[in-house]
């Protein structure tokens, strides 16, 4: 059974940057794609980046130029810097394997002035 756990998140100030992990256990192989999508209070949930393993990296414009992600075969990291109280969401994870799509649970990130 796959599943991906995320962590890293938390309360951080405007101005500042956080690394969010996910990962991935179970039966997959290195042909998968994980992307990360977020989820502000009272909005609908939205595409930060995606990133097929071995392939290029994509970002969403709201984020361009202040995230950078890190794969591994079962594992990618968001690095985002210069948060503003606009990134205040659940920061979801998912996984494209075999044609099915999985999604973690989600982590806070709360972003004050």
């Known amino acids: 059974q796959v599943q991906l756990v995320e962590s890293g998140g938390g309360l951080v100030q405007s101005g500042g940057s956080l690394t969010l992990s996910c990962a991935a256990s179970?039966?997959?192989?290195?042909?998968?794609?994980m992307s990360w999508h977020r989820q502000a209070p009272g909005k609908q949930r939205e595409f930060v980046a995606i990133s097929p393993f071995g392939g290029k990296t994509e970002y969403a414009d709201s984020v361009a130029g202040r995230v950078t992600i890190s794969r591994g075969i079962r594992t990618i990291q968001l690095r985002i810097h210069s948060l503003e109280p606009e990134d205040t969401a659940v920061y979801y994870c998912r996984l494209l394997h075999d044609g099915r799509f999985y999604w973690g649970q989600g982590t806070q990130v709360t972003v004050s002035d």
């Open positions: 179970g039966p997959i192989t290195a042909y998968n794609t």
